[in-house]
């Protein structure tokens, strides 16, 4: 049996506040995807199947029961015991949280007392670009403010993350740009931000991305269902400048993502939410992510957001993959048991530690003696 019992999750997103109804529970198990075709179901998927599987005997149901009672259980609870239930049964130790989404989603602090976990803070550097923008008058007041911001910002997260510069040219040309170039980019983004533009420009991303490798901490790449080997031009400019790339949810080319990890030291990779989403088939997908790179560069997220749930199903399905995986390596001969569960503690866990260099009080404080009960509290300043 091979046993990972404690995790990082090394990107995810916090959970909604209020309770839900079936409709905006069920959006959640897809989200950022169109509403339902009409007569369907949001739970007649691999994610829905698996919130039925592993979800309800942590709230006193039977594996499997029918969305309607699941969901009757978690009113009767609330929302807090539910969260504070599903997380801490989670066996994530560690979350990494993306500050930079929209609506009312718990923060570190927040996450890490309902988990009885620990926390940190990833920088979303588009939105940090956005409200430096909002501040500054001019565009040498804005460009100065964002490095002072991207390197005030590194003293207390523990990661930047970019969602936007992978789509804005990075992968066409890979080298900073040059400081005329900026400047001219920075004039024509802030003319249009007074009507709430993000930040859209590709030699202003580029420059975004360049001043947080300069920062010093790992910076995380969405890659999404772009081919991550067209990063390899970024990935070489910035070997030996002492800051790790982490390439996330780059399903289905996992391949490449793990090809790319293995050809540059300081390349990272993860297979995020793709794992909850492929369900029953996650262990096909994991074992081709193992096939490539060497196995100190991978690691494990949730991608999680909205609902506590789906930590709970990337965690489970990962583990069970995991040891699916790893087993029949054993079972074969071809791996030693030793070996296995020295690898599925590096990838759940290990990697991360490494990377982030977090260390056992390097994070939003577990939950304080006589508050164990306690959620959703005020967000603390992140500080290492």
């Known amino acids: 049996m091979i046993d990972t019992p404690s995790l990082v999750d090394q990107y995810c997103h916090g959970v909604l506040r209020a309770e839900l ?16 075709a009409a007569g369907t179901t949001f739970f007649d998927t691999q994610t829905g199947f698996a919130v039925r599987r592993w979800c309800p005997p942590l709230l006193g149901l039977e594996p499997h029961c029918p969305p309607a009672r699941y969901l009757a259980r978690r009113r009767e609870l609330g929302v807090l015991e539910t969260g504070r239930r599903l997380l801490r049964a989670s066996g994530i130790t560690t979350y990494l949280v993306d500050t930079g989404l929209p609506g ?12 009885d976990a620990a926390a940190h803070e990833i920088v979303r550097l588009e939105l940090l670009a956005q409200q430096v923008a909002d501040t500054s008058g001019t565009v040498d007041s804005f460009l100065a403010n964002l490095a002072e911001a991207v390197h005030g910002a590194a003293a207390g997260a523990v990661a930047f993350t970019s969602v936007a510069g992978v789509r804005g040219g990075l992968a066409a040309v890979p080298e900073p740009p040059g400081p005329g170039e900026v400047r001219g980019a920075a004039g024509r983004w802030l003319a249009r931000r007074a009507a709430g533009t993000a930040v859209d420009d590709p030699v202003l991303l580029r420059h975004l991305l360049w001043v947080a490798v300069g920062a010093g901490r790992p910076l995380q790449l969405h890659v999404g269902d772009r081919d991550p080997g067209a990063l390899a031009g970024f990935a070489a400019a910035t070997g030996g400048l002492g800051t790790d790339l982490v390439l996330l949810h780059e399903y289905p080319h996992h391949r490449h993502a793990a090809r790319l990890a293995g050809h540059f030291p300081h390349v990272y990779a993860d297979l995020g939410p793709v794992v909850a989403r492929t369900g029953a088939r996650a262990a096909a997908v994991l074992a081709e992510f193992l096939e490539l790179a060497p196995f100190g560069k991978l690691l494990f997220s949730s991608g999680a957001r909205g609902l506590p749930e789906l930590h709970v199903v990337a965690a489970s399905v990962f583990r069970g993959a995991l040891a699916r995986v790893l087993g029949e390596w054993v079972g074969d001969g071809a791996w030693s048991r030793t070996d296995a569960q020295r690898i599925a503690g590096l990838i759940a866990e290990g990697n991360a530690r490494r990377v982030y260099r977090l260390g056992a009080a390097d994070a939003y404080p577990l939950t304080a003696p006589g508050t164990a009960g306690r959620a959703w509290g005020r967000r603390q300043p992140c500080g290492r």
């Open 104 to 115: 009312d989603l718990t923060g570190p602090a927040e996450l890490a007392a309902t988990g």
């Open 21 to 36: 109804g079936l409709g905006t529970f069920e959006r959640q198990l897809a989200p950022g995807s169109a509403p339902a």
